[in-house]
């Protein structure tokens, strides 16, 4: 391993920064309100999300649409072992885990051994996440449309292992799995793996020239970032302890996951983070100032993110993340600013 000293300037400012950035997080919770709090579990809820799909499309560039399927699925899985079986979260997201990953390879087969890529294979993983949603809709063992309910324990103490507590004990379980996403998406970006999807995301034909085989390498892609999504859903299932077919299936909320990554910047690092949170803060910002001044906007927040993305498709189609991360001094010159 390069000694500290001798490691390029940038590389050193970004460490510093990370760890800064992480400590400020860890004391977030004793700082914020209530409500703070809970608008800071979104945003790493969106970020972790954002990673996920980033290894789809940033890393190995096939745009999927559905990725709400698993975070359905996923939540759907763990809540009925938990319901029906008495079965904890964590031995219920194994499960969840490969159900969700058995998804992502029946998707990816289908599509990659058939030659379907670009914006058929974007309509594909919409059509899997529309199809789910209907079945649930009509699943009666699950709730079907009337929704599925976890029951609520009132605990006076944090219990982790049944994932049952006060917001700042699922606050730091999202840190975690968004701080663990990061680590691993890094280390995925510098692994052959990642040069491969790179090569792949830029052109397949001369990838697959190469001797790169872009078939399976494809195909694990979706698998990661299929079940890395997974345990979002887990999250969401015993965070909210509510799930609607209507609600999670639905094609809003693949968008919400993907918007991150864009706003950020796709293929970055710190992309959906910085999108996470800048789409999130201002989102609930401009709906808590309109709620204050007594005006009804439907679909505020919707409008919002479009007026967003159409802004930084205009000034910054890579994202905010890699002019951003110049401005710092954390890129090489010319870098994209992972």
């Known amino acids: 391993m390069m000694p500290w000293a001798a490691r390029p300037a940038h590389e050193r400012r970004a460490a510093v920064g990370l760890a800064l950035l992480l400590v400020l997080l860890l004391a977030l919770p004793f700082a914020v309100s209530g409500y703070l709090l809970s608008v800071s579990i979104l ?5 972790y999300t954002g990673q996920a799909w980033n290894v789809m499309m940033g890393f190995a560039g096939q745009l999927s649409l559905g990725h709400a399927l ?3 699925v996923a939540a759907y899985a763990v809540a009925a072992l938990y319901v029906h ?7 219920g997201l194994w499960l969840a885990v490969l159900l969700c990953a058995g998804l992502g390879a029946v998707i990816g087969f289908l599509a990659f051994r058939f030659g379907i890529g670009g914006v058929y294979f974007a309509l594909l993983t919409i059509a899997f996440a529309e199809f789910t949603r209907i079945g649930f809709d009509h699943f009666q063992w699950v709730g079907a449309s009337g929704g599925f309910f976890l029951p609520v324990a009132q605990r006076g ?22 701080v663990a996403a990061f680590a691993l998406c890094a280390w995925l970006l510098r692994s052959r793996a990642g040069y491969y999807w790179q090569a792949i995301r830029e052109d397949e034909e001369a990838a697959q020239a190469l001797g790169i085989h872009a078939f399976r390498w494809k195909m694990l892609a979706v698998l990661i970032s299929s079940a890395m999504t997974a345990l979002a859903g887990v999250f969401f299932a015993f965070y909210y302890n509510n799930l ?3 609600q999670i299936f639905h094609i809003s909320r ?3 996951m993907i918007l ?21 803060l201002l989102a609930d910002g401009i709906t808590d100032l309109l709620a204050r001044l007594g005006i009804e906007f439907p679909g505020v927040k919707q409008v919002f993110y479009g ?5 930084v498709i205009m000034f910054r189609p890579h994202g905010l993340w890699p002019a951003l991360a110049r401005r710092l001094g954390v890129a090489r010159d010319g870098d994209a600013g992972r």
Do not use: Q
């Not at 945003?43 to 970020?47: E, V």
């Not at 991150?260 to 999130?280: K, M, R, S, W």
């Open 43 to 47: 945003i790493l809820y969106f970020a």
């Open 70 to 72: 698993y975070v359905g």
């Open 85 to 91: 079986f008495g079965v904890g979260p964590w031995i």
């Open 157 to 178: 103490a944090n219990d982790l292992l049944g994932l049952r507590g006060s917001p700042v004990m699922f606050y730091y379980v999202m840190l975690a799995l968004a």
């Open 244 to 246: 609607f077919p209507e």
């Open 254 to 256: 693949s968008i919400e």
């Open 260 to 280: 991150g990554p864009i706003i950020g910047g796709v293929g970055t690092l710190f992309g959906p983070v910085l999108g996470a949170a800048v789409l999130t």
């Open 307 to 311: 007026l967003v993305l159409l802004l």
